[in-house]
RNA sequence: AAGGACUGUCGGAUGGCUACGUGUUUGAAAGAACAUGAGGAAAGUCCGAACACCUGUUGUGCCGCAAGGUAUGACAACAAAGAGAGUCGCUAACGGCGACCAGGUAUAAGAAUUGGGGCUCGCGGAAUUGGAGAAAUCUGUUCCAUGAUUCCUGAAUCAAAGCCUAGGGAAAGUACCACAGAGACAAUACUAGCUCCGACGUCCGUCGGAGUGAAAGGUGAAAAGUGAAGUGGUGUUGAGCAAUCAGCUACGCUUCUCGCUCCAUGGUGACAUGGAUUGUGGCAAACCCUCCACGCCCGCCAAAGCCUCUCGCGGCGGCGGGUUCUGGUGAAAGAACAAAUUUGGUCGUUCGCUUGAGCCUGGUGGCAACAUCAGGCCUAGAUAGAUUGCCAUCUCCUCUGAGCAAUCAGGGAAGACAAAAUUCGGCUUACAGACAGAUCCUUGGAC
RNA sequence: CGGGCCAUAGCGCAGCUUGGUAGCGCGCUUCGUUCGGGACGAAGAGGUCGUGGGUUCAAAUCCCACUGGCCCGA
């Protein structure tokens, strides 16, 4: 789990973000991101009934992706709110594939 | 020992680096250290309860002169409403559990019955230009019929532990029972058949009416008395010249079987057994009737706190509602005032929140469900929602190759169902694999 | 956490209340009509009534449990 500093939690943040947040797609986790005005960066992770139907399987989706945002989280830029939105695919990928690909789509989103 | 049934338990282990929730300790703080952190179904949300608010009546304690306030209990008419009701128990309660009763149902091994076939053996008959012998006769072969043992196989019957049952009442009443059938639930009289009367008519016969006719008829899931055996006996059919014989059969009687009612005995009881009497469909998971139970609403997003006292422990909050002015038909919109008090809600936050109908071990009572006693233990509390990510080793599983085998080498690799959301008790559904049973039943073997 | 609805032919829907025959429209097949197609006319095929149990002589219909899909409220 991250650090609560950067977690994003608020209904009112996360409608904002949708209103007007900057899509970025990529092959495995796309995002959804937007100024924040703060110094750090926020992140969410969400997965919808439609991308896995069990709920273990959704944990374990986020859990995945939330611990490679830990990982790399010193070089993220900060001021920004994203919420990550993994695909199906995700969940039966292997580790360093979604590491990758989440990279790059932070590296398009120009966060690093 | 084999086969079957049922029930219960488990649901990888250890370690390394790293991250998060909670608690404790330490620290001025940042932080650090230690401990701890998903399930048997956490699921589906199908029942029940705890807890909480509300309505009415009311008891007790405290405060108050009083009105009343506050805390804590008890009860709840009528009505709506109930998947309550075989019996006895268990439980806080339950569409729950245990034991028993009744009914239904499935088959394994097996049992006895019967049909077909095969091997072997036996008896009898027939045939034979087979063989032996002079002959009687003996023997062989084939065919027919038949018996015994054993094997194979078919049929239906019996048949275990089990499994299933929203198991009261159909003689209180209503509704329904399609099609078919004369008639579908209380008796009807359609067609045969028979008798009489009338009309037509020579008779036969035809038509109409009245009576008789249930011991003839078929339909259907179901037709006033359930099936079987014996006997008497009626009618009818067939055979026969006839006497008579045979088949079917209403009805009566006897015996057995089934059911209602009553009585007796046994059992706490559902019921069982025996005796007597009698013989009037189904459906209540259609309405309904009886007894029983039930206050209503709501469902932890309940309820309560966030100026002060207090509580609680840190957010000392943000938004809305107010007043005045401008504006305008009005509504919106804009600006200003914000001192105190009050009100309602939303977001946030605190609490509710995890010590509980709790878990483990042992004893006692009980067939059991369960109850009770003693000792020990503390075991998740998140809220965009923690309980992890990556890796190593060990067993376990699996694939390939070598080998008679033990085993060796290499690859895959924890593999199922599935994640707390107020808390418990059940039910239902899902589930890779592993283990257990002084359980139950059947069959076989040994003693 | 609580409440409700749906599943019937390839598609869209009736039938369920009050249990006995599964039906309508479009589509499909064949034939006719036309030089040909469309339209039109005639005939026809096509159904485990979502799954599994129970009640009943008999279940798409009544009852229960599941599966899948959809909606609403706090």
Redesign the pocket.
């Known amino acids: ?4 500093l950067h ?6 943040d ?2 904002t973000l949708f209103a007007r947040g900057r899509s970025v797609f990529g092959s495995l986790v796309g995002m959804k991101m937007c100024p924040n005005g703060l110094p750090v960066s926020r992140f ?3 997965v919808g009934v439609k991308t896995a139907k ?3 399987d959704r ?2 989706i ?3 992706v ?3 945002v ?2 790399h989280i010193s070089r993220v830029k900060g001021g920004f709110d994203v ?1 990550l939105l993994p695909r199906k695919e995700a969940l039966t990928a292997k ?1 360093k594939d979604v590491e990758a690909s989440l990279m790059a789509s932070f590296k398009k989103g120009k966060l690093l």
């Open positions: 789990m991250l650090p609560e977690r994003l939690r608020h209904e009112k996360m409608k969410a992770v969400v069990s709920a273990v944990n374990r986020k859990r995945r939330r611990s490679i830990q990982t919420c580790h």
